[in-house]
């Protein structure tokens, strides 16, 4: 009599489980020339657990909340400034345009793209690409940096030693050395913003090496950075699901794909936020909101940089009838200067401001 039941409950352990399978990752699932993605970089990251994993684990990452949003297109060698396709058109088959600031902390970019060669068998970085003052620089690794292998299942594992040189006499010097131990370590559901997915944790640990002289300047430095990369792949994904790079230098960054979104949505606005202000803007040193009328009790000040990683938080508790002009509590004279973003909020709603420090 028992023997009935031996197929209805080996059906239903093979259907019930199959809803969450593990999934692997193959290159199909790369992006390719054309893709347009969006994405958001979030500014709550400090309120979830990115580290945990495990095996059919549910990640739960919903109420993200986003404070800038970017739509990048991937491109062909062909697709970018002629000067880099001697470097780079044998070697790459894919292309990303970057952010300015984006390769070494501290450096000003006019623009920035980022070489990849995908084929069945990996994901590798081959270089970048940059535009400096008006001088294009290409950078190529001598060994690229593999971000993935395929097939990536639960339990791969690779690495890579990647690094690159470029010296431009009585210009500047810069290179890079990277270390990436690859793993991945879980697989699941996850849960956005954009969707729920069925995805596969990888786990990177990289050490990175900066270095950059500049001979006009006289001036130039090596920076060190530990970090770590948390990615969250899903089938026909093109890029990770959400992404989080934990760096013991610059912080925490969580970077998720999204749609369109209005980035005042989410939070009442103040009364008077169309007349709020910085002043002065752009600042070398002090400044202060103007524009606050009505506003009372405790306010927090978050700032974040251009990659939407939390620099500093502030509460302050406002008086009533204190006037409309709130001083901020930053010396910015010592601040790397750039793009930030102010996020003001209390009770009666919030507001973001944008800051450029000189």
């Not at 000067?83 to 984006?102: D, K, Y």
């Not at 970085?125 to 620089?137: A, E, M, N, R």
């Not at 690495?159 to 040189?165: D, G, P």
């Not at 969250?232 to 890029?239: E, F, R, T």
């Amino acid at each position: 009599m028992k023997q009935r039941f031996i197929l209805p409950f080996l059906l239903t352990l093979f259907f019930g489980t199959g809803l969450r399978a593990q999934i692997t990752i193959l290159s199909s699932d790369m992006p390719s020339v054309g893709d347009t993605l969006r994405t958001s970089i979030a500014a709550n990251s400090d309120e979830f657990d990115f580290i945990s994993t495990g095996y059919d684990t549910i990640w739960d990452f919903t109420n993200l909340r986003p404070i800038s949003q970017t739509l990048d297109t991937f491109r062909s060698v062909t697709q970018t400034p002629s000067v880099f396709w001697l470097s780079f058109l044998t070697s790459a088959n894919i292309v990303q345009r970057l952010a300015s600031g984006e390769i070494v902390p501290g450096v000003s970019l006019d623009d920035a793209y980022q070489f990849f060669h995908k084929s069945n068998s990996a994901y590798k970085d081959v270089g970048y690409g940059l535009i400096v003052s008006g001088t294009p620089i290409p950078l190529k690794f001598s060994n690229p940096d593999i971000v993935y292998t395929f097939p990536l299942a639960i339990g791969s594992t690779y690495s890579s030693n990647a690094n690159l040189e470029f010296n431009l006499p009585n210009i500047a010097f810069l290179s890079i050395e990277r270390n990436r131990q690859s793993e991945a370590d879980g697989w699941g559901t996850v849960h956005t913003p954009f969707g729920s997915f069925q995805a596969l944790r990888l786990k990177s640990v990289v050490y990175e090496r900066d270095s950059i002289y500049v001979d006009s300047l006289g001036q130039g430095g090596t920076v060190e950075r530990n970090y770590i990369e948390y990615k969250w792949l899903a089938k026909n994904g093109k890029i990770p699901v959400l992404i989080c790079v934990d760096d013991e230098l610059l912080g925490m960054r969580v970077i998720y794909q999204d749609s369109l979104r209005d980035l005042t949505v989410g939070c009442p606005e103040y009364r008077f936020a169309k007349e709020m202000r910085l002043i002065p803007n752009p600042v070398t040193h002090l400044a202060a909101i103007d524009g606050l009328d009505e506003i009372s009790g405790s306010v927090a000040l978050s700032l974040f940089d251009f990659r939407g990683t939390l620099v500093d938080r502030w509460e302050i508790v406002v008086a009533p009838f204190s006037g409309s002009r709130l001083q901020l509590p930053w010396n910015f004279s010592s601040f790397t200067p750039g793009i930030y973003l102010l996020e003001i909020q209390s009770t009666q709603g919030r507001n973001t401001l944008k800051l450029m420090i000189r």
